[in-house]
């Protein structure tokens, strides 16, 4: 009987420490974009290679408004709940209260792209949800398409993954990024966007003939406030990820932000893309360091995607940082971001019934960096 108890008690404590050591603590390896800024391969004699049939561009919907003026769009659906920098020249305009719209203003007012996973917005002549396969069926889809502005050629060369999660659809003058998930063979999200902001992203591999169109360059002060945007909506798009798929969404926490946020600028600083800090060590560690208590946590690495739009798409198509994303039992978010260096980190609070001051938000954004 005594042998028998502790074989029993030995068990246990075996239990315990698979639990605290292999189930608590989620640490995934960091998520790479597949294509990285300023890669774009000069191709001179190029030329114009075999054009696919433009059709024209949507009657309705969120993309008539992309190469029109603000002033329409304040008209139509009204005033942003805010307006924040992006590292490209232009400000995103983010309809956040009753609609999930992103909406990107150049600075003679120009709209450039619209970008929403709303399921009740209107994306003529697509709809979020909408299979794959149907839009296979009824759109042209080719994995080399040309985009000509003035005298210059720039062709983006979509792989077979692209094929299967990034969609690039023309239209005359006009663009559509088809984001689908991988998983369950949907429509996720679309990008409606015009030729030279989908040249200054670069989002898939480029090759061009004549000059590079490049973003201007980003003081430090600059960087932070796009730094801040890509956090926050980061934060925005994993709960409207994890809602549609009836997912508890997530509170911010400070801590957790301020966390995130040295670990992206360390890995920037360091030259370094992992999960294990040399410095701070592993995400438990690191937890552990901060007295940040928690019954389970995960984390999310991502770096060079071009913005907070990619870099959720790309943790949503792969299985590990899904896995993590879209985990019932997470309660509460932080997420940093530093250059193109970005880090996720959930956790289920140990006191699950806590509740968040909201006023404590304003405190990780203003951190010192």
């Known amino acids: 009987m005594k042998i028998f108890v502790r074989v029993m008690i030995l068990f246990i404590l075996v239990l ?38 433009q059709t024209s561009r949507p009657e309705k919907g969120l993309s008539t408004f992309v190469g029109e003026q603000s002033t329409i769009l304040l008209e139509e659906i009204g005033e942003p709940d805010r307006v924040e920098p992006s590292g490209f020249g232009y400000d995103w305009w983010v309809y956040s209260s009753d609609r999930n719209i992103m909406v990107g203003v150049s600075e003679d007012g120009l709209i450039n792209q619209m970008f929403t996973a709303d399921l009740a917005s209107d994306i003529t002549p697509f709809k979020i949800g909408q299979a794959i396969s149907e839009i296979y069926r009824f759109t042209i889809v080719g994995s080399e398409i040309d985009v000509v502005i003035e005298d210059n050629v720039y062709t983006f060369s979509l792989n077979s993954e692209d094929l299967q999660t990034r969609l690039l659809i023309i239209y005359q003058d006009l663009y559509a990024q088809l984001y689908i998930d991988s998983v369950e063979g949907e429509l996720e999200a679309v990008r409606f966007i015009d030729p030279e902001t989908l040249v200054l992203h670069q989002p898939y591999e480029m090759a061009y003939m004549g000059e590079l169109l490049v973003s201007a360059p980003r003081s430090s002060t600059f960087q932070q406030e796009v730094d801040r945007t890509v956090e926050r909506q980061i934060f925005e798009l994993t709960n409207i990820y994890r809602e549609r798929r009836g997912l508890p969404t997530l509170q911010k926490e400070d801590s957790l932000t301020i966390l995130a946020r040295e670990h992206s600028k360390e890995m920037a600083l360091e030259n370094y893309l992992s999960n294990e800090s040399p410095v701070s060590g592993s995400l438990a560690e690191r937890l552990k360091n901060a007295m940040i208590e928690q019954r389970k946590a995960g984390e999310n690495i991502a770096s060079d995607y071009v913005d907070a739009i990619e870099a959720v798409h ?25 250059g193109n260096y970005y880090t996720q980190i959930l956790i289920q609070k140990a006191d699950t019934g806590e509740e968040v001051d909201p006023s404590t938000e304003k405190d990780a954004d203003s951190a010192d960096e």
């Open 16 to 53: 315990l420490v698979l639990y605290y050591t292999d189930n608590r603590v989620k640490e995934n390896k960091p998520l790479q974009s597949p294509v990285k800024q300023g890669t774009a391969v000069p191709a001179p004699d190029k030329g114009i290679g075999a054009a696919i049939p």
């Open 314 to 338: 790309g943790w949503l198509n792969s299985s590990a940082h899904r896995n993590v994303l879209l985990d019932a039992d997470f309660t509460h978010l932080g997420t940093g971001a530093y």
